[in-house]
Structures are given as C-alpha cells and as structure tokens.
C-alpha cells in the first residue's frame, strides 16, 4: 500500500537498540495483552518491564480462559476458594484479581513517574453486561474498588448500550479502558461519553483526572474480509480505519472542548491499539506494530508479538496526522463491495458474543478444575 509523503521516519540511533526501545522512545507505550500467574512467578512479565519497554497490560475473558486451562499455577488458590464455598464467577474474579493486583504493583513505578499516564492494567467487567449499563456500572465500581489499586482500568465496552455506563463509570472516578471498538464513529461515541463524565466531575467541583483509554480493534478488519477482496488490497483494511481513527483523536485533542477540560485538570484519553497480532501467515508478524506506531498513543500486544517485535531492529515511518491514504484505500475498499459502516456494526456484536462465548468457557475451566481438584483431594 503506498505510503502518504506526509509521514517521515522516526529519526532516532538505531544501532543495538531494540524495536521496542524504540516504539517506547517515540512516545508510544507497549502493553503486554497477556497474563497468567506463571508469567508473573518466573518473573517473566518483570523482565517484560525491565528489557522490553512494556509499561502496562491488558487481559479479557479469552486470556484468562487460557491461563487457568493451561496451567496447574491456579490449582492451590483454587483449593482454598473451594474450601471457603466459594465457586464459579465469585472464584474467577477472585482469581483474577490477585493476578491484576501483582501485575499492577509492578507497573506502579512507571505510574508513578508518569504522573498516572502510563503504568496500567485493565480487567474486565463480566462480557454477559455489555448491554446492561446499570449492572455494568455496578460491576466495574465494586471490582475497581476490590482491586484497591490506583493504576487498574476497569473494561467496559463501547457498545451503544455501554455508552451511558461509561459515562456514569468516568464521573464517578472509575478509570475506564473502553474496549470493543472498531470505526472512527464507536471510538467518537466512547470519547463524547468519556467527556460528558469529565465535564460533569467539573461542573460539580470534583477533580476530573480520570484515566480512561480508547481501545480500536485493528486485525479483525482484515480477518473479516479476507479472500474476499483484491489481493492487491489484503491486509489494509485494519490499518486505514485505525489511520482514520487516529486523524479524528488529534482533532480531537485539538478541539477547544477537549482543551477546555485539560485546562481544568482534566487528563486526556488515550488511544489504544488492540487486537494488533498478525492474523495472516504470509504477512508480517510485526505489520501493525510497524503501520501503527504514534507519540500519545498505547499497542497492547500479544506476547508472541511483543517477542518479534523485539528481534526486529527498526521501526517504519510514524502515522500521519491527517490519515494518510486511508480515504484512498476505504474507496477501493467500498468498490471491491466492503461496507465499512455495516462492517463495524457487526465486528462489534461478534466481538461481544465472542468474549461472552469465552466467558463461558472460562466458568466451565472453572468448574471442571474444581470438580478434578475437588475429587483429588477426597
């Protein structure tokens, strides 16, 4: 895909220094989208921290589906919450908080130094409330203040319905990852609700530096459309809706009602890259690290992502302000018959039923692991 001349490498000394050294230099955080009590024991997720530049991490139901499956480091904490009669998604988050809290205290330096701008990590509210923003509210204040950590985001998702919990979450002081969005317009719709929660903390007196990122989904894009399009357009359709995303976050930024409430003390939601692992084999492993690298912007990657990103040694050209090609590329999109409107609609609701699918299967994890551990114990 050809390039705007607007964006120009990043200029920066390259020799034995790290990818990932460079991405944190230019101004982007790396979070891991990974954890697991084993990355935590052997002290991997610290070296993470010390070697790789990651500053902050992201989990949903599908990465702790795997954690507790896969591995026998849950299997000792799962016997004492039996023993005390506790099951099912009361056990989970109990679980799940003892490995967001260790996470959090590692990153609490790079939160400290960074004035709570960088150093995050995020949990997510039960996916079977994405629609429900009374109970999704609930959810998220009572595991932010179980959590008693001030570096957690609580994920909310940034459906239509979610929208109003958002808001609600922001003005009562709970730092929110808005998760689940894929077009320019989701991610307006999660700002405009981050806003109006600032704007309301303001109004009534109250300090309004709440954290908050804007997570938009890029991969997805492309897995939804391949083989169906051009090869000449493969792979292209994630990175022009983030480059078109991206555009409408500076202007934001730029805006005189964002500037009005960063006066006040309010502090900026960010924009977050997720779901940024290379789905297709015969593209590269490191394709959206590359495309999407940004100053003020958050990558939350998978390991095996982060892992190639650190072997390669330099990065491309940063983002261009004004979105680059990416109107030229979402026309021969929609001429080649891709709806990107529609699209973004359905990704969203796939997205959702994914994670409760996951959420699913992670109780089932749970259950039967406490059914085996339960009759090895007898």
Request: hydrophobic share 45%.
């Amino acid at each position: 895909m050809p390039r705007s001349s607007a964006r120009k490498p990043y200029d920066e000394k390259r020799m034995n220094m790290k990818a990932t050294k460079l991405l944190h230099n230019l101004g982007q955080s790396l979070w891991l989208d990974n954890i697991t009590r084993d990355l935590l024991n052997t002290g991997t997720l610290k070296r993470y921290i010390d070697e790789l530049s990651v500053t902050g991490l992201t989990s949903n139901p599908t990465i702790f589906d795997h954690a507790i499956k896969n591995s026998g480091a849950y299997d000792t904490a799962i016997r004492e919450r039996l023993a005390q009669g506790k099951s099912g998604e009361t056990l989970f988050f109990e679980l799940a908080l003892e490995d967001i809290s260790r996470a959090a205290d590692l990153f609490r330096p790079t939160f400290d130094q960074t004035n709570g701008m960088d150093g995050w990590v995020s949990l997510e509210v039960s996916p079977v409330l994405a629609y429900d923003a009374a109970s999704t509210l609930a959810a998220a204040r009572e595991l932010r203040a179980r959590a008693a950590r001030p570096n957690v985001f609580i994920k909310i998702p940034g459906t239509k319905e979610s929208l109003p919990a958002i808001e609600e979450a922001i003005f009562a002081g709970v730092p929110i990852n808005v998760t689940l969005l894929f077009s320019r317009e989701q991610y307006l719709a999660a700002a405009d609700a981050f806003m109006r929660g600032v704007e309301r903390r303001i109004a009534a007196g109250l300090k309004p530096d709440v954290g908050s990122v804007a997570s938009v989904f890029i991969s997805r894009w492309d897995g939804a459309v391949a083989g169906k399009v051009p090869a000449a357009l493969n792979n292209q359709l994630g990175i022009a809706m983030a480059n078109r995303a991206y555009k409408a976050y500076l202007e934001l930024l730029g805006s005189p009602r964002w500037q009005r409430a960063f006066n006040a003390g309010a502090r900026p939601q960010r924009l977050l890259w997720a779901s940024t692992g290379t789905k297709d084999p015969q593209a590269s492993d490191v394709l959206y690290i590359k495309a999407l690298a940004a100053p003020f912007t958050v990558n939350t990657m998978p390991e095996a992502t982060l892992l190639a990103l650190a072997d390669h040694g330099a990065l491309g050209p940063i983002m261009s302000a004004d979105g680059g090609d990416c109107e030229s590329v979402l026309e021969q999109l929609n001429e080649a018959g891709v709806n990107v409107g529609a699209l973004a609609a359905q990704l969203q609701t796939e997205g959702a039923k994914a994670f409760v699918k996951s959420w699913d299967e992670l109780l089932a994890v749970i259950a039967s692991k406490s059914n085996a551990l339960t009759k090895g114990r007898s």
